[in-house]
Structures are given as C-alpha cells and as structure tokens.
DNA sequence: CTGAAAGCGCTAACAA
DNA sequence: TTGTTAGCGCTTTCAG
C-alpha cells in the first residue's frame, strides 16, 4: 500500500491539514522548516497522493475521455498523437475510448465517461446523417456531457467548447475540380459509409464541381465504402465497370486500396486511371507514383482541439461556443493524368 | 452534480447502505420490492456510481494503464486497438501514455500511474539494453509497480504477469537467411536504435545468419535508424555507397523509406536493390512491388496481452510470471531478387 | 502557523 | 430485510 499524507503526518508529529497544505505549497500557511520537513518524509516515502481521495475531496480530476475512432488509420493516428502530446504537457491524464461504426456503445461509455469524472471530452468520431437510435443517443451524449466538449464536427453543441472542423465539403470540390481540370469527364468517387456526414459533405463537394464543369451527376458512379483500405477493394472493379477515367477517393486509405487493385489488373496509375485522395498521410509519397491528395491538417487540428478543451475547462467562465474551420489544401504529386486536358485542348473535343 | 446513491435513499425513504446494496444487485439482501424502486429512481434521476469514491471505498478501479510508443506507426497502431478492444470488453478504461524515446518523464509517469490506482499495467515501449538512467527508472518503475504488469518484453520482473515476447532474434536471421538463399552477398541492414534491445535482437540474428552463410559481418553495412520512415531516409544512399545488393530493413516502416529513396534514384526494387522488412503492416500489399517482410503478429499480441493482464489482475494469488513467445513467419512477396540466387548456380560462381 | 473536524460518495461490517 | 456506523485519503473551513 502507498504511503498516505497519514503516515506522513505521524513520522512529521504534524497533523494531516499540515501536511496537505504543506504539499499543496500553499506559500506562508505553513512555516518553512515544517515544509522541508514534510516534503522530505513525503519524498522518502515515496508518497503519491491517491486521485480517487483529491477527486473525491476536490471534484477535480485531471481526467479528459477522448473518443476516436480507429486509430489503424494514419489520418486518425497523427490526430490522437496530437492530442496526447497536448493534454500531456499539460498534466491531463486521458482516458480513451475506441467507438466503433455502430457506437452502439455510447449509452455505456457516456455512463462510464459521467462516472469517472472526466473534466472534459474530446469526441473525434464521424456523426450519423440518418436519425437512428444512436444518432440521437449520440446527440443526446454530447448535449447532456455537462462538461466541455471539443467536437470535430458541428453539432451544434449547447455546452462550452469548441468546434474543430474541417471543411470536407471544400476537400470534395477542390479534388473534383482538379480532376476536371485535368481533363476528366467520367469521374467516379469512393464514398465512406453514405450516413456519415463527413460523407456527404465530400459527395456534396464532388457533386457541385462536376455540376460546374457542366457534367451530370450520375449516382452510379460513387462506390460507397468505410474509409479503410480493405473495405474499398471491389470499388475499382466497379468504376471501370462504369467507365470511369478518374477517382476521387473520399480518404487516402481507400486510395490504397486503388492502387493495389489496379496493380492486380495490370493497370498503372495515372495512365489507365487517374486516383485523387484525402488525408494526405506519409504514406502516399511512398507509392511508386506518389498519391495525388487533399491534405487535411490532423496534427494542427489535434492540437487545436486539446488545448481548446484545455482552454474551455480552465476558464469554464466562459460558456460560449466557437468554431475553427480548417481549409483544404489540394497536394499535387504523380497520380493524376493530365493527357485528358490536352486532349481537351488539342482536339477541342469537349 | 449528478445524483448520489444519498438522493436515491432519501426519494425512497431507505438508508444509503439499502440503496447501495439493491444497485450491487446482491441478491437476497435487499427485498424485491425495495429493489425494484430504487432500481427505477435510479433511472430516473440518471444515478451514475462516482468511480472516485467507488475506488477509495474498495480500492479497485477497473483502470489498467497503458504504455505505448508512437502510435502513428501501424504496427502499434495495430497493438494498440486489439488491447483496447479486449480492455473495453471486459469493462476496463483504459489510462493511456505514449512514450517518447527517450522516456525521460518515465518517473512523472509512473507516479501518475500509482495514484490514479490503476490495477495493471500494459508496457509496449523498447527497453533499453545501456544502463543509463532512464534504463534504470524503467525497470525500477517496472518492477515497484505493486500492480501485475504485462510486458512486451522479457525484463525479468518480479511481480506476477506474463511476458508476450516475439522473437525477434528469429526474424533478424529469418530474413538474412532469405537474402542469403537468394544469392545475396552483400547484405546491408537498416537497424533501429543501436540501445534498443529489440534492435540487438534483430542485429544477432542477421549477424548469425552471415556467418551461417559463411558472409563477414562488416558493421559498416548497418545503418542506424529509429524505427520511423523520416529517420530512413538517407539509408538508401549510405548503403549503396557500401555496395549493397539486398536489405534487410527492421521495420516494415523504414523499408517504405528506401522505397521512396528508390523511386527518387530512379532504382527500381527488386532489380536494383532487394529489400525485406520486419512486422507484415497492411501498407506492404499496397506497393506496386510488395514488400516482402517477416510477419509480427501484433493483433494476436495485443489481445494475448490484455487477456494475460486481466487474469493476472482478477486471480491476482497466481503469482507466477510466465512467458509467452511468439514466433515469426517469412512473408514472401515481390521485393526480393532471386537472380542473384540463379546466377549462384549457373556460374557457380560464389 | 497549526490542529480539529467535517465532508466528498460509496462500501462493508455489524446490529437491529 | 434494513439501518447504523465507520472509514477509504484528501481538502478545507474554522478555531486556537
């Protein structure tokens, strides 16, 4: 068993108030031989003061509960190393929950989160479009966690915080776009699963660039996926099937899964199809013809949202709630075909 | 403030110890009745048990820390979820910290650890083979934890648990064996952190694996990287200089590094240079040519892990420390030249 | 400057 | 079957 400010207090001939405040470095409360004394008993006796009792006694935990989703995905990774990183310097201990697609869970991880005196929450998990159970139970969640919340989405949160988010619907038009540019006509996309709003955010994108390049959208043309790379294996098959020349994949990850497709078929990149990503994780400059991508800034986005949270609990005077909307940036490497646009000009053909 | 057992009692007029009794579901102790209201006002007024003083009152927490190192690689991404999942499953938060390399807050760390009562912890970080300060802290942290730890490697603890071990010597001459069988010579590698005892593993196997084949080992063909693809890059360069025909990379990781190298000589793989990695991460399979690599099993790793912890933590009189070693599997696929291995028996000449 | 005492929310004997 | 009581380890008035 750990030492206790008890034993402490015995070894000191003090009382326990002394000790505490004592440790507590409460600057003249306690004279500063008694306070030497004290802090040398408490450092030989290894002490470390229980968290359970200053929680009990304080109602302070330093305790933040962050919910990602999985972090096998290098995108989500950097996030959460961001955070971490953060929430550590600044003394927080977090408690981190995986949600999984369904979040069916989040009845019993929001009772856990309540339970265990979290002071804050950081919740980076896409947010359903369809209200279903769990959209709501989600919601609901979020609404009642009593404590701030940084949300990677807009939800419309009543309590303080701040909103991190991406503008996915700008990601989906500037990738688009280029693929237009570039000459395309026929442009297919690997959607995630269509109930994430991060989902139809992008497709929305998608869906006005090709409307302003003068080229209709046709529903067939998007293959929806889950955003990993095993989901999205049969997307490419499809979209040739559909005569696709270019494919905006609505994560890096499903790219991936592009490409190895594409090798199995004997196709090449960019030659026989263009593929444009989203994430722009380290590993599209690995590939032999290095991942053409919109980059989304998950490190500076992390870190934004732990110390907003950091922010937000320290100052919980402040209860208003405010948004930081990061901007895309289009990363241009090898993986796009350009020969369609000089088609389009030589030939005049569009 | 959420509602206390105190609130329950006094909605229907019983004492806090009936109210807690009824909530445990000790059955027989509490009648049907009794049970049920306070089971429903329980409900009602969204009664979660406060964990901080369910802890000091039984000093069990249902909390088990986590050490790990940088997530954003897949291979400990992959560790990571198949521990969590387990965890989560089994009704335990999981206390995550992500360790620099040099480890140096091991002690606020630690002291962290102890007062936030966890009951296990998980320790999936690289222990260092120079006895150097932070050395000593680690196995001083890992040995005083008071609490069943299971470890990545064998440290020889004192306290009960079980070591999920993967033999990495095995795979060092696995993989150099491999090259040697393909007609290679002149085998550079790419290591890990010269202190890092896993690093030392790999290097003994490639070194017993040279000798087998009769090879010198000459330390000028190991280049020192840490694990990461940025850490890499100039390997590529230093090895060619060194006359290197094949490569035996630690991790998969830094082989995607002498990939882009590769591409940015304008060499191509296996042609030019032959490379095999170590860990068998999803990325490998992306690769126009795939990476041939040593396979890690981590997700079973993870999962043994957390399952060895729980038990170790819930039969808590089993004092013995045990082992469980993991063997690795040679994973054959496109990056390795055989040719060498042809022009070996039709010129005979090596 | 220091100590006594109460209380944070819950559990666990022991009585009744 | 239920209530009383004490206590987990710490903080924090309030007296002294």
Chains 1, 2 share one sequence.
Not at 121 to 126: D, F, K, N, R, S
Not at 214 to 224: E, G, Q
Request: aromatic share 8%.
């Amino acid at each position: 068993m750990n030492a206790t400010i008890k034993d402490i207090a015995l070894e000191c001939c003090v009382s326990t108030a002394t000790v505490s405040l004592a440790l507590a470095g409460k600057k003249g409360r306690v004279s500063a031989e008694t306070t030497t004394r004290i802090l040398e008993t408490a450092a030989r006796l290894q002490y470390t003061p229980n968290r359970a009792a200053v929680s009990l006694a304080t109602h302070h935990t330093k305790l933040v509960g962050v919910l990602m989703s999985d972090l096998r995905n290098t995108h989500i990774a950097q996030l959460f190393m961001a955070i971490e990183e953060v929430l550590q310097s600044h003394g927080y201990t977090l408690i981190c929950h995986v949600l999984d697609d369904k979040t069916a869970d989040i009845g019993r991880i929001s009772s856990e989160l309540n339970g265990s005196g979290v002071e804050g929450i950081l919740y980076a998990h896409p947010i359903f479009l369809d209200p279903d159970e769990s959209f709501y139970r989600i919601r609901e969640f979020l609404n009642n966690a009593g404590v701030p919340i940084i949300c990677n989405e807009d939800v419309g949160l009543t309590c303080a915080g701040m909103d991190v988010i991406f503008d996915f619907y700008q990601a989906g038009y500037l990738a688009t776009r280029h693929l237009i540019e570039c000459g395309h006509q026929v442009i297919g996309c690997v959607s995630g699963p269509a109930n994430y709003r991060v989902s139809e955010q992008r497709l929305r994108g998608y869906r006005d660039a090709l409307e302003e390049g003068s080229i209709a959208y046709d529903p067939k043309l998007v293959y929806y996926g889950d955003y990993s790379t095993a989901g999205a294996e049969p997307a490419l098959s499809y979209l040739l099937g559909q005569k696709t020349t270019a494919i905006f994949s609505f994560n890096d990850e499903m790219a991936f899964a592009l490409y190895r497709s594409a090798h199995q078929y004997g196709l090449s990149i960019p030659q026989d199809i263009s593929v444009i990503g989203c994430d722009n994780v380290p590993f599209c400059n690995v590939l032999e013809v290095p991942l053409s991508t919109v980059h989304v800034p998950a490190e500076e986005m992390g870190r934004e949202m732990a110390e907003s949270l950091i922010t937000a609990i320290e100052e919980s005077h402040n209860k208003s709630r405010t948004q930081h909307i990061y901007a895309p940036a289009l990363i241009l490497r090898g993986s796009v075909n350009r020969r369609y646009a000089d088609n389009a000009t030589k030939l005049g053909k569009y």
